[in-house]
């Protein structure tokens, strides 16, 4: 099966009558646009499943690579830094110790990086 990596405004074309282009990614979600002829049926996988189609050989589930992800912004960034500031001043309450321990499950503290260091 041949595999594509694509940015956004990229294409395929399939036997010169079919173009396949990546519009978006949302999320984890892929937006393609599909232009082929009346003729040729595109069908997605669940809707041919559902209908009593079988899955074919070459299809595979998610790549064992694939890690989900948060986008991750200087905003985000910030918001996660004041949320640990506030952390900070509501005491050592039970309550407030969770918080802070799933907090940082989810969102482990790295040190600050001294300049020209590498992580």
């Known amino acids: 099966m041949l595999c594509i990596s694509m940015r956004p405004g990229d294409y395929f074309t399939v036997d010169h009558s079919t173009v396949v282009q990546f519009d978006r990614l949302n999320g984890e979600r892929v937006h393609l646009m599909i232009h082929a002829p009346q003729t ?33 912004n200087r905003a985000k960034k910030q918001a996660l830094a004041e949320l640990r500031q506030v952390l900070g001043r509501m ?3 039970e309550e407030v110790q969770v918080l802070r ?7 482990p503290s790295f040190p600050e990086r001294k300049e020209g260091e590498e992580r």
Do not use: H, M, N, T
Request: charged share 35%.
């Open 91 to 93: 005491g050592d309450s």
């Open 40 to 72: 040729i049926p595109v069908v997605r996988g669940e809707v041919l499943e559902r209908q009593g189609g079988e899955r074919p050989a070459c299809v595979r589930g998610k790549s064992p690579r694939y890690v989900r992800q948060l986008p991750w």
């Open 101 to 107: 321990e799933k907090l940082e499950r989810i969102f």
